[in-house]
């Protein structure tokens, strides 16, 4: 249910946007990255994007916070492990690799599981480069 409602929430939005300032058809962005992280790392890097955001908080509950022009804004922010086949696949190579291996270096993933299949084609043509898969409109 919440999924749905942020998908129709960015629908709206990309039906709309053509007829938005242009400042903000800039400023909206989208994109996704993969990225081979730890738990630790993940978690960490989730505390780093909760403690920026986390500054413009207070204009929810105090509306003179706001600076002039400022509009409500959605910033969804996703953070998984990947549970494609491929992304099960290569936990598992990886575990395998790294409980043989002398040192966390020798245990690489395979080569070929640099990015999932899956997510490599969904990439729009020529953009599936080292695991950035930059989507819709994050040009900048």
Known sequence: MVAETYFD???????AR???PHEWQQAAHFGDTYLYVTAAELAELGDQVRALVDKY????SNPA???PGSRLVTYLHLAFPMMSVAGRRVVRDST??????GTPAEAEPPADAEVPAEAAA???PGLAVRGHHPGGE???
């Open 9 to 15: 929430d960015t629908m709206r939005w990309l039906d």
């Open 18 to 20: 053509a007829g938005e």
């Open 57 to 60: 908080l207070d204009r929810q």
């Open 65 to 67: 916070l706001r600076p």
């Open 96 to 101: 395998a690799a790294y409980a043989g291996a």
């Open 122 to 124: 969904t990439a729009e």
């Open 138 to 140: 994050d040009e900048r």
